[in-house]
Structures are given as C-alpha cells and as structure tokens.
Nanobody, 126 residues
Framework: QVQLVESGGGLVQAGDSLILSCAPS????????AGWFRQAPGKEREFVAA????????YYRDSVKGRFTISRDNAKNTVYLQMNSLRPEETAVYYC???????????????????WGQGTRVTVST
C-alpha cells in the first residue's frame, strides 16, 4: 500500500503562486507515474496534470497550460505542482495520485490511478 502525503496548500490571492508537494510514506516514488487532480466545492474531481514514471512525459488540462508545471525530483522522492497566476475558480482540494508500481505512462483518467492522498486545500481569493 502506498500512502501519499500532499503539502503546500493554503490561502492566496488571485495571481499568486503556490507549490504543492507529494511524497509517499515509506516508499520510493521513483517507481510510480503520478498525477494531480482537484475537486472544487460542489463539483466533480478533475484532472490537472500528470507525469510519467521517468518524468519524460507530462500532461496538463488545457486551462492550466502555461501556468502550472508538474515535475518530480527522484532524489527527494517528491512530485511537485508549481501553480502560477492562480485564479479564484481554481479554489479546490488538490489530490496527488499514483498509478500502479512500474507503470511508466501517465494518465489523464483518475480511474487509472491506484493510490490517492488525502488532499491539500487551495483557496484563491479575489
């Protein structure tokens, strides 16, 4: 079982930046493709960004392209989501997810992810 722990959420103003981090408890993250999803109040969870196990391939939802960057630092066993120019409509709980061990490919589909963190709340004020 992989337990993912997110951190870095908080309250920011529109236009500000945040960096979210995700690390597994007691495991190497190097063996897992990972993704970030978010769920706004009253809405379904949606894909934000994903990165392959090697880090060589990334995917983004259209609305965050050019503003968000997903990356991984295998030495630190952490996956990051750098979020710039945040918008109030991006207020949500952000979840980190990991695919099954040794799967290389990242995915936009939450059903492809086997492990999930508890989420970290991001609030963007106007």
């Amino acid at each position: 079982q992989v337990q993912l722990v997110e951190s870095g959420g908080g309250l920011v103003q529109a236009g500000d930046s945040l960096i979210l981090s995700c690390a597994p408890s007691g495991r190497s993250f190097n063996n897992y493709a990972a993704g970030w999803f978010r769920q706004a109040p009253g809405k379904e969870r949606e894909f934000v960004a994903a990165i392959s196990r090697s880090g060589g391939t990334t995917y983004y939802r259209d609305s965050v392209k050019g503003r968000f960057t997903i990356s991984r630092d295998n030495a630190k066993n952490t996956v990051y989501l750098q979020m710039n120019s945040l918008r109030p409509e991006e207020t949500a709980v952000y979840y980190c997810a990991a695919r099954g061990q040794y799967l290389e490919r990242a995915s936009l589909n939450e059903l492809d992810y086997e492990y999930w963190g508890q989420g970290t709340r991001v609030t963007v004020s106007t």
